[in-house]
């Protein structure tokens, strides 16, 4: 301010900044906080998922969160295949298309392992992720071996530089995250099976049974159990080799496996014996031992592997809840009934 003689303000000299450009930076900047904050959230959740599908479940409303889309897929690798496995709400995974390694947006994805985007999807002739004629801005992320990520919005400019490379790291997460469940399946299978024969073990059997005599307590159904011994198995190692023998094991569990029900269970129970617990039977085990018996005359008309004629020793015996005695008698009982067959057999009965 300029005064004159008199101390009156005869002028005023001042500055004027326009600071909407600064506003603009710091709505952006804290605006990528957020968008960092929800990442991070999102990596927590990813790490609490137990299976995969839960996992895309959860990217997928995690990744909606920050991104803002308006439509979105998880495709997951299977054989030669990108499936979906979780899709935005309102669309489901089931109907959308399954795309070969080698076609379409999802496929050159997956073989370029490099992330794909454009200003409208029309334009690209390799997308089909969706038959919605109003998305415009696309992003297709690869997961790395996994599978591949898209999303589209309705919008053009949807997609800025930084989410593309938010995508990018939930990627990353997404796929170590996948890896995790599946070694973790892995060393669950490999507990619970017999590496041989690759049937469940006693261990997984003894886990199972006191859930399936809960069941039955539940709905008042019987259990049937099969008790199965290879008969000669000690002449089969000792006249061959004990690789032909863990090849007639193999050979036994896949017949056992092929001829009973889906909620049944097989066993190696040790050695050379064998069990099936059939839930909701008794009488009719009768059936599943008949059935048995005929496919090993099958087998046995097919193969060259040993130059006599392969036998099993079956015994059988069912259990359910309004029996006074308890569950491991009907075991019991079942193997008594095999050594049963197995000295009626070496009798030659």
């Given at each position: 301010v300029?005064?004159?003689e008199?101390?009156?303000?005869?002028?005023?000299?001042?500055t004027h900044q326009?600071i909407?450009d600064?506003r603009?930076?710091?709505?952006?900047?804290?605006e990528?906080?957020?968008?960092l904050k929800k990442?991070?959230?999102?990596?927590?959740q990813?790490?609490?998922?137990?299976?995969?599908?839960?996992?895309?479940?959860?990217?997928t409303?995690?990744?909606?969160?920050?991104l803002g889309?308006?439509w979105?897929?998880?495709?997951?690798?299977?054989g030669?295949?990108?499936v979906?496995?979780a899709?935005?709400e309102g669309?489901?995974p089931e109907e959308?298309?399954?795309?070969?390694?080698?076609?379409?947006?999802?496929g050159?994805?997956?073989?370029r392992?490099?992330?794909?985007?454009g200003?409208?999807?029309?334009?690209?002739?390799r997308a089909s992720i969706s038959?919605?004629?109003?998305?415009?801005?696309?992003?297709?992320?690869?997961?790395?071996e996994?599978?591949?990520?898209?999303a589209?919005?309705?919008?053009?400019?949807?997609?800025?530089?930084?989410?593309?490379?938010?995508?990018e790291?939930?990627?990353?997460?997404?796929?170590?995250?996948v890896?995790?469940i599946?070694?973790?399946?892995?060393?669950k299978e490999?507990a619970?099976?017999?590496p041989?024969t690759?049937?469940y073990?006693?261990?997984?059997?003894n886990e199972t049974?006191?859930?399936e005599v809960?069941?039955?307590?539940?709905?008042?159904?019987p259990?049937?159990?099969l008790?199965?011994d290879v008969?000669?198995?000690?002449?089969i190692?000792?006249r061959?080799?004990h690789?032909?023998?863990d090849?007639?094991?193999k050979?036994v569990?896949?017949?056992?496996?092929?001829?009973?029900?889906?909620?049944?269970?097989?066993v190696?129970y040790?050695?050379d014996?064998?069990?099936?617990?059939?839930?909701?039977?008794d009488?009719e085990?009768?059936?599943?031992?008949?059935?048995l018996?005929?496919k090993l005359?099958?087998?046995n008309?097919?193969?060259?592997l040993?130059?006599?004629?392969l036998?099993?020793?079956?015994?059988?015996?069912?259990?359910?809840?309004?029996?006074?005695?308890?569950?491991e008698?009907?075991?019991?009982?079942?193997d008594?009934?095999m050594?049963?067959?197995?000295?009626?057999a070496?009798?030659g009965?």
């Amino acid at each position: 301010v300029e005064w004159n003689e008199e101390g009156e303000p005869i002028r005023m000299v001042g500055t004027h900044q326009d600071i909407t450009d600064r506003r603009e930076v710091e709505e952006e900047l804290q605006e990528e906080r957020d968008k960092l904050k929800k990442l991070h959230d999102a990596v927590d959740q990813f790490q609490q998922c137990q299976t995969e599908k839960d996992l895309c479940k959860t990217a997928t409303a995690a990744t909606e969160g920050i991104l803002g889309f308006d439509w979105c897929a998880f495709y997951c690798l299977e054989g030669d295949q990108l499936v979906p496995h979780a899709a935005a709400e309102g669309v489901n995974p089931e109907e959308l298309p399954t795309h070969h390694i080698t076609e379409g947006l999802a496929g050159a994805t997956y073989k370029r392992r490099e992330t794909l985007a454009g200003e409208d999807l029309r334009k690209d002739d390799r997308a089909s992720i969706s038959e919605d004629a109003e998305l415009r801005s696309y992003m297709s992320v690869p997961i790395g071996e996994v599978g591949v990520f898209q999303a589209a919005s309705k919008r053009k400019g949807a997609f800025n530089q930084t989410d593309i490379e938010l995508a990018e790291i939930l990627a990353g997460h997404l796929s170590e995250e996948v890896k995790r469940i599946r070694l973790e399946e892995e060393l669950k299978e490999q507990a619970i099976r017999d590496p041989l024969t690759e049937l469940y073990n006693r261990r997984y059997f003894n886990e199972t049974l006191s859930k399936e005599v809960e069941r039955s307590e539940r709905y008042s159904r019987p259990i049937a159990f099969l008790m199965i011994d290879v008969n000669r198995f000690k002449e089969i190692n000792d006249r061959y080799s004990h690789q032909t023998g863990d090849e007639v094991l193999k050979e036994v569990a896949k017949l056992l496996k092929d001829n009973i029900r889906e909620a049944d269970t097989v066993v190696r129970y040790g050695g050379d014996e064998f069990l099936i617990m059939l839930p909701e039977t008794d009488g009719e085990s009768s059936y599943t031992v008949t059935r048995l018996r005929e496919k090993l005359k099958e087998w046995n008309r097919n193969s060259d592997l040993l130059d006599f004629t392969l036998t099993l020793a079956i015994g059988s015996a069912h259990w359910s809840p309004e029996q006074d005695s308890d569950v491991e008698e009907a075991l019991k009982e079942a193997d008594q009934k095999m050594y049963e067959d197995k000295r009626e057999a070496n009798n030659g009965g």
